[in-house]
């Protein structure tokens, strides 16, 4: 029932940004958390950010974006979106969002994803 779509990836350089778009269905983006992960080659799958409309609308960041991401939701588009300022080629991944009643760090504790959209930064 809960689909996910990403999409606003792309190419761009270095010190760049992109934002990133998530459009929901089958809940509602309020009362539900709403996570950003993303996946390099060779590499596990990480948690970027997320924000849970069901504990009020909170936010966490991963270390390695603190202060250069924003996650933030539209409850009229019902959609979550990941501005992404000052990227680095290390941001370089398939980034997907994923949903679940609460943030959780684990990409395990997912059981819905979009199909994901690639971010490429270059140097």
């Known amino acids: 029932e809960v689909q996910l779509v990403e999409s606003g990836g792309g190419l761009v350089q270095a010190g760049g940004s992109l934002r990133l778009s998530c459009a929901v269905s089958?809940?509602?983006?309020?009362?539900?958390?709403i996570a950003w992960f993303r996946q390099a080659p060779g590499k596990e799958r990480e948690g970027v950010s997320c924000i849970s409309g069901s504990d009020g609308g909170g936010t966490w960041y991963a270390d390695s974006v603190k202060g250069r991401f924003t996650i933030s939701s539209d409850t009229a588009r019902n959609s979550v979106y990941l501005q992404m300022n000052s990227l680095k080629p290390e941001d370089t991944a398939v980034y997907y969002c994923a949903a679940n009643p609460r943030c959780r760090s684990r990409s395990s504790s997912y059981n819905n994803w979009g199909q994901g959209t690639q971010v490429t930064v270059s140097s």
């Open positions: 089958g809940v509602n983006v309020d009362d539900y958390a």
